[in-house]
């Protein structure tokens, strides 16, 4: 069995994969229903976190950070500072946000067109 160290990070990269590749599919121009989507989905994965000092660490930051949803752009840069915060608490690299969306591009943009959230 891995350590809890290690299991704890493989879900933490689990965790930020999804979450960034979501943001990063975020629509250009959200409607006012994704937009409640997304934030309801962001509220909601801070409080189920299964990390307990996660969650509340995380949750404590968007407070100070409130999410970002006027754009895909905007979610993104967002996701990827909220991170950040998180990689300078844990010590961990500052990672550099200029390139996000290509970052985290999950080959599903031939969906655009018929995109239904
Ligand atoms: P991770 O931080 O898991 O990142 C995975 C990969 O994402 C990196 O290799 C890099 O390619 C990329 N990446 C790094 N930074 C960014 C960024 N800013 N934007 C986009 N991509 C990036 N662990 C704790 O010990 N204490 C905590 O309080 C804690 N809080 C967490 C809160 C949340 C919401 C989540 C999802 C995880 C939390 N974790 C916490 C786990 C922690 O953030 C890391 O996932 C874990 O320590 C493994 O780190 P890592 O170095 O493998 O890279």
């Not at 500072?81 to 943009?109: F, M, R, T």
Request: proline letters at 5%; one cysteine or more.
């Amino acid at each position: 069995k891995m350590g809890n160290a290690t299991l704890r990070k493989e879900l933490g990269n689990a965790s930020w994969k999804l979450f960034h590749t979501i943001l990063a599919r975020y629509p250009d121009e959200p409607t006012d229903a994704q937009k409640s989507h997304l934030r309801t989905y962001i509220y909601t994965f801070a409080q189920v976190y299964p990390c307990g000092d996660c969650a509340r660490h995380f949750i404590k930051l968007l407070k100070k950070f409130p999410p970002q949803l006027n754009s895909r752009k905007n979610a993104a840069v967002w996701g990827c500072d909220v991170h950040n915060q998180v990689n300078e608490k844990l010590h961990h690299p500052i990672y550099d946000c200029s390139n996000i969306l290509e970052d985290y591009d999950c080959g599903c943009g031939v969906d655009e067109e018929s995109e239904d959230y």
